[in-house]
């Protein structure tokens, strides 16, 4: 035991991209705040984060179809895929402004345009991407999609995939050219690189073990340096958890009252990595298809030309599948561990309620790389095994908690900042839309944490994100300005550009 302490103005859990994203508007808003950061992994960006550990989407629901479903009366809701794509424009104004204060060099290291392409088979399922086109192809955030039936046009668009497809069934696709790959791995060592030139005092290899409110109304850490195993105390008037799939287990630490009652449901997930160049060459986009009938919307294997370490690459996937580790680095104990008694109702209900989810993930685990390969052949029909090897993705942990629409152990599949009531401490829990809507996200925790502050930097945050708490949709000429001037900065396909 040391009887280290020190006492600072924020801690930061985790040295993912939230934490980094969260550190780095802190730093541009109030500079003279300190800032320290405890990470247990040797470096930022290991977790989730990790390029190899998601998928790289910048999730502005240009093809991903989960965010837009078909109501009973066969319209089509996109208000999902409205809001997912104006935080993703918050994320691209914010990244932007990074890049034109120098406190990002280059973006191609972390961002490049992509088209992004909707994938359908089967009469029910194309009568459903028409619809979706139709909805959306009017609205400015989605301005430049094309939809085709027309094998041959697909044959231009998605060759690779196109190649030695033999069905009858009907087929149809939609394209975007404005979508994007984002490398979050980059992203997040490019700000942790940036937030230690500005002093924030970051920790590697140190393990929080426990929080706890002290009277003076700190929060204390307790932290365990993983090189030497001492265990120091450190306080701080605020803290934020962005332990990824390991901030569950922290908040049930703090002891919140609005932490009480959650769970957590996690979800494994392994990508196939292609490693024949001429295969790799023959695709350029990110191809989404349509969930199987009674498999999540997170199990939605995609074929995505990826850009790694400068790279480009192609990986399918990811296929979820079951774990009960909380992170890709944690132990096989997390989700017992992770059950209390005032959380045991919540998980024995959604225990119950979705046995037929962890049927499905557990026998996707099972499935050989054959089995896979097989999946991989609905999209490439002419894949060769001996081109793909297995690589395993990073854990997603779903909230689970009472709703007055769900009843009790509803299983949530979108992120959630769980807040103390007096903005002292907040977590993030949850795994989508993610990395990609970082931004949003923390200006809402922010929002919600300083509500003393928030109007004082208000117009700070406008010089950063200009929409900030406008609606784009309302300000179609918004919409414009930024698509472009982002595009321009950040070296991405405007379909938009100012004439
Ligand atoms: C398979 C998969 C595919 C995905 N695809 C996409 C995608 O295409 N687009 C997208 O936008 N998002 C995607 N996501 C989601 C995205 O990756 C996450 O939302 C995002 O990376 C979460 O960032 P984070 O900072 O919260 O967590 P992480 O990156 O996991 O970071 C949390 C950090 O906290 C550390 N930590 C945890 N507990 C402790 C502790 N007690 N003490 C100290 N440190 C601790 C961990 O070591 C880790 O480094 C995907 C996720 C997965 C798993």
């Not at 984060?49 to 790289?56: I, K, Q, T, V």
């Not at 104006?86 to 914010?94: A, M």
């Not at 609205?139 to 044959?155: A, I, Q, T, V, W």
């Not at 809402?444 to 406008?470: A, T, V």
Request: neutral net charge; charged residues 25%; contains cysteine.
């Amino acid at each position: 035991m040391s009887d280290r302490q020190t006492k600072t103005d924020v801690i930061l859990i985790g040295a993912g991209i939230m934490s980094a994203t969260l550190g780095t508007l802190l730093k541009e808003l109030i500079p003279d705040w300190n800032i320290t950061v405890f990470e247990k992994l040797a470096s930022p960006g290991e977790e989730s984060s990790n390029e190899w550990n998601n998928a790289g989407t910048g999730h502005s629901a240009l093809c991903e179809l989960n965010y837009t479903v078909e109501k009973p009366d066969g319209s089509i809701d996109i208000s999902k895929a409205v809001k997912i794509n104006e935080q993703f424009q918050v994320s691209r104004q914010f990244w932007s402004y990074l890049v034109n204060s120098n406190l990002i060099r280059n973006p191609q290291d972390f961002i490049r345009p992509l088209p992004h392409l909707s994938l359908v088979q089967g009469e029910k399922n194309v009568s459903f991407l028409k619809k979706r086109f139709e909805a959306l192809s009017n609205n400015p955030l989605f301005k430049g999609m094309e939809y085709s039936e027309d094998p041959r046009k697909l044959m231009e668009w998605i060759p690779l995939i196109m190649n030695g497809r033999v069905s009858n069934e009907p087929i149809a696709a939609t394209k975007i050219d404005s979508g994007t790959d984002v490398n979050f791995g980059a992203l997040t060592r490019m700000l942790f690189d940036h937030l230690k030139r500005k002093d924030v005092d970051i920790h590697f290899k140190h393990n929080v073990d426990d929080i706890k409110r002290n009277r003076d109304g700190l929060w204390e850490l307790k932290v365990r340096n993983l090189d030497s195993g001492t265990v120091e105390r450190h306080t701080a008037k605020f803290v934020f958890i962005g332990g990824g799939g390991g901030s569950l287990p922290l908040l049930q630490k703090s002891g919140i009252p609005e932490g009480k009652h959650i769970g957590g449901f996690p979800v494994s997930g392994l990508f196939m990595v292609c490693k024949n160049p001429d295969v790799i060459e023959q695709h350029h986009a990110k191809v989404y298809g349509k969930a199987k009938v009674g498999a999540p919307p997170m199990s939605v294997p995609h074929l995505d030309t990826r850009y790694i370490d400068n790279k480009k690459s192609l990986l399918f996937g990811p296929f979820a599948g079951f774990s009960p580790k909380f992170l890709k680095t944690g132990s096989m104990f997390d989700l017992l561990g992770s059950v209390k008694p005032d959380n045991v109702l919540t998980m024995l209900a959604a225990g119950a309620k979705n046995v037929p989810l962890t049927k499905y993930l557990i026998q996707q685990v099972m499935l050989s790389k054959e089995q896979r390969m097989e999946e991989l052949r609905e999209f490439i029909p002419n894949a060769k095994s001996e081109d793909w090897d297995i690589v395993v993705a990073g854990q997603r942990v779903q909230v689970i908690k009472d709703t007055p629409t769900g009843g009790k152990g509803t299983l949530q599949f979108g992120t959630e900042v769980i807040c103390a009531a007096d903005g002292s401490i907040a977590a993030l829990l949850g795994a989508s839309p993610g990395a990609s809507t970082a931004v949003s996200v923390m200006l809402d925790l922010m929002k919600r944490c300083f509500p003393q502050h928030i109007n004082e930097w208000e117009p700070k945050i406008k010089e950063m994100i200009p929409s900030y708490g406008i609606s784009l949709l309302e300000h179609p000429e918004l919409i414009r300005e930024i698509d472009f001037s982002t595009a321009q900065t950040l070296g991405l396909h405007s379909e938009l550009a100012l004439v």
